[in-house]
Every structure is written in structure tokens, then in C-alpha cells.
């Protein structure tokens, strides 16, 4: 079957605001076993969203469409896809006492306009909204006028806000689906994610002993991120985990360490883990990163069992008298080196009386840079009771990307120790 996603809102349109409902809603739905073929957005327009819907309807037997249901002005799409559909719009009663209700419990007047929220098109499924005022609608086109073969569709419209997308969809939407459209057959989407390896070189590591399988029908693909690959694995039919598995087992028997997760896995969240697991812990000292390490770990719930602080030293006085780094040695081989490097990880070790201790220093531009130590030149170091490592990477990207792919370095450093030892 088809799926389509209509996304509604001039904002997505101008890049005022991201839209994550996009991504989300196709997440969902792959986790539940569907697909979605197409995913469109669309300005607050009638001639823009009327003409997505009539063509989503024409293609697709299971049609979403969010925004345009909240009271102002600019929320057309109830009033425009009734129209299309040819349908009705009266007055639900048990909505518009949910909605007095609603402005009532907080003190306040309801406007004159939010009547319109409770405005549904003939033969609508209501569709409750306890996070909000907009309740979802959801409408059965039968028989569809879009379509030759006139052949049954289902059209469903949320609400914009994710607070109330969210649940509407897992509580109301998601069953609809499964009970009108029930999966003839299995279907599996994994993701096994790596880091510390190009996308090419993962290709050219696993195509070749994946072939049997692809050849039998499993689909593979390929997504790189910020110092990330990720390998994504699609599998249908009765033997959909099994062929799955195997193919998973190949990738790690293939890119070995590289690996450090699946599905939504994320690098921090691993080191955190592992970290706990050993009842060890982490200090850190940033320099040219801002402290951007430090905001990834402390991202992980948990992350205060193991983390016990973290210094920006932006300065040459302050590594010094914060972490210790020598005079000589700043004066020798300068804030950028790896011996300024080693001297912050290993002072920050030493004063938090951490396990391990991670330190950068680096020139992230765009100046700043000479013919020795270029724009891009990074110094990481791991500090450990036994040594201390230090990486020299060049990371000639913009200023964003380059403190990004360095802190993404520096974790992946002390990942592979922590599984190392």
C-alpha cells in the first residue's frame, strides 16, 4: 500500500521553522511495519493544499496531513479538504463543551473564533485531543473521485504542535492503520551505526560477503553523519529476521570495533553506559571545543555517576592554572601541540581524580592558522592510569563542523579504550 505525508505550514516554506513532523511520522510508521512513499510540504494556501491532497488521494490509500486545524486565519485545511471531498461541516457539540471547558478551567475567555475548532466534515471520525483544542479528524473517501479505479481511501488531519501530533498518532492514528490496513507480511528495519570509518571503506567491507542476501531480496543502504555511518538493513517476508540477522552479523564480523551501536544508539549514551558498567570515571578539559564534549556527555541521562566536571580553558593563563600545562611547554611548542594536550589531560586527571580524562586543544577558524599548524590542526588527548594517547587529526571544515567532528574524535577515543581494556 501507499502512504503519503502532507505537511501544511508557510513556515516550513520560508525556513522559519524546522519540520521534524516529517521524520518523526516516517519513523513511526517504519517501526509499525509501513512504508511511506511520498512526503510533501505545502504552504497555508487553498489552491496548494487542496491540489497536494486531490494528488496524495489519487496515488496513495492512506493520506496525513498536519497543521491548518488551530482557530486563526491562516488554518485552512479542515474548511479546504471538506470542501474538496464535498463534505459538510456542522457544529460537534461534545467538542465545543470540551473547548468551553477547556478555557474555563484556566480562567479564561474563550475567543469567538476558537469555535471553529469544533467545526467537523460529515462523516469524520473525531479524533480526541487532550493536549490541546484541534482534535483530529479522520475521513474515509469512499469511493475516491481521485482515483480510476475509484478504489478506498482514508484521509487523517492533526493537528501541528508535536505535544499534540505525538500522541494522537500513537493513541488513534497508528491502530486505524493497523485495522484498516493490516500487514500481509513481515517487515524489519535495522540500523547498525559505526563510527571511526568512511562510508566508502564501509562499502567496500560488507557488500561483497552481503551479497548472497541482497541478491535474495534484502535491501541495504547507506547513511553517513558527522563521523558516522550508518548501515541501514531492510528485510521482508516470513524469513524477514532471520535474513536480517545474518546480515547483521556479517556487518560486525566485517567493521569489528567500529561498530558501537544499532537503532538509535548514540555515541555518548554508549560511553556513559560503559562507563557505569565499570564504575569508572571521566574528566574533561576543551579548549578550541567550547565545551561541546562536556554537553554531549551530560546529554545522557545518568551521566553524573560518571562525569565529574569538565574545564573550558580558552587561554593560555587559564590551562595553566587551572590544569597545570607548563610555561615551557607553552612556550616551547605552544598552546596548539601535543604536549600541551597531554599536559591538559593529564592535569585534569590528576585534579578531579578521575579514571580517565579527555583534553583538546586546536585552531577552529576561519584564522588563526600558520604554515606549520593550519586551520583545522587538533590535538586530542586521553589520559588514562596507564598512558596517555594522543590523536592529531586535521579538520579543515567550517567552524560548527570542525567542533563537531572533533568532539565526535575525542569520544570515539576513549569509546575504543573503554572496550579495549
Not at 502532507?6 to 524546522?18: A, D, K, Q, R, Y
Amino acid at each position: 500500500m501507499n502512504i503519503e505525508i502532507i505537511n501544511t505550514g508557510s513556515e516550513l516554506m520560508f525556513g522559519l521553522v524546522l519540520n521534524t513532523h516529517q521524520q518523526w511520522l516516517c519513523r513511526q510508521l517504519t517501526d509499525a511495519g509501513y512504508t511511506v512513499s511520498r512526503q510533501t510540504a505545502v504552504p497555508d494556501t487553498g489552491p496548494a493544499i487542496q491540489q497536494i491532497v486531490r494528488e496524495a488521494l489519487a496515488r496513495a490509500e492512506f493520506v496525513i496531513v498536519t497543521g491548518g486545524l488551530g482557530p486563526t486565519s491562516d488554518d485552512l485545511t479542515r474548511d479546504l479538504i471538506a470542501a474538496l471531498l464535498g463534505k459538510k461541516l456542522h457544529t460537534d457539540e461534545a467538542i465545543l463543551t470540551r473547548l468551553k471547558d477547556f478555557f474555563a478551567q484556566r480562567g479564561r475567555t474563550m475567543p469567538e473564533h476558537t469555535h471553529v475548532q469544533a467545526q467537523v466534515p460529515d462523516g469524520a471520525l473525531v479524533l480526541p485531543n487532550p493536549n490541546g483544542t484541534a482534535p483530529g479528524l479522520a475521513m474515509k473517501v469512499s469511493p475516491n473521485p481521485f482515483r480510476p479505479d475509484g478504489k478506498t481511501g482514508w484521509l487523517v488531519m492533526l493537528p501541528g504542535p508535536p505535544r499534540e501530533l505525538k500522541p494522537m498518532f500513537t493513541d488513534h492514528v497508528l491502530p486505524l492503520l493497523r485495522q484498516k490496513f493490516p500487514l500481509a507480511s513481515t517487515f524489519i528495519c535495522r540500523t547498525i551505526r559505526t563510527t571511526g570509518i568512511g562510508e566508502s571503506i564501509v562499502e567496500e567491507k560488507i557488500a561483497a560477503p552481503l551479497k548472497p542476501l541482497t541478491d535474495a531480496g534484502l535491501e541495504l543502504g547507506y547513511c553517513a553523519h558527522y563521523g558516522e555511518v550508518d548501515v541501514r538493513l531492510v528485510a521482508r517476508g516470513a524469513d524477514a529476521e532471520k535474513s536480517a540477522a545474518a546480515a547483521e552479523a556479517i556487518i560486525r564480523e566485517q567493521l569489528g570495533t567500529h561498530v558501537f551501536g544499532t537503532q538509535d544508539d548514540q555515541l555518548n549514551a554508549v560511553i556513559v553506559r560503559l562507563l557505569t558498567e565499570r564504575k569508572e570515571t571521566l574528566a574533561l578539559a576543551e579548549s578550541c571545543t567550547g565545551g561541546y564534549v562536556a554537553n554531549r556527555i551530560t546529554d545522557v541521562p545518568g551521566a553524573s555517576a560518571v562525569f565529574l566536571g569538565g574545564l573550558v580553558t580558552y587561554s593560555n593563563e587559564a590551562k595553566q592554572n587551572l590544569l597545570g600545562v607548563s610555561a615551557e611547554t607553552l612556550a616551547e611548542h605552544g598552546a596548539v601541540s601535543a604536549a600541551t594536550a597531554r599536559e591538559m589531560a593529564e592535569g585534569a586527571r590528576k585534579r578531579m581524580g578521575s579514571d580517565y580524562a579527555l583534553a583538546i586543544t586546536g585552531i577552529a577558524g576561519p584564522g588563526g592558522g600558520t604554515e606549520t599548524k593550519p586551520v583545522g590542526t587538533v590535538f586530542i588527548a586521553l589520559a588514562t592510569a596507564r598512558h596517555t594517547f594522543v590523536l592529531n587529526p586535521v579538520n579543515r571544515f567550517d567552524r560548527p563542523t570542525f567542533k563537531q567532528i572533533t568532539c565526535q574524535q575525542a569520544l570515539e577515543l576513549l569509546r575504543r579504550t573503554l572496550v579495549k581494556h
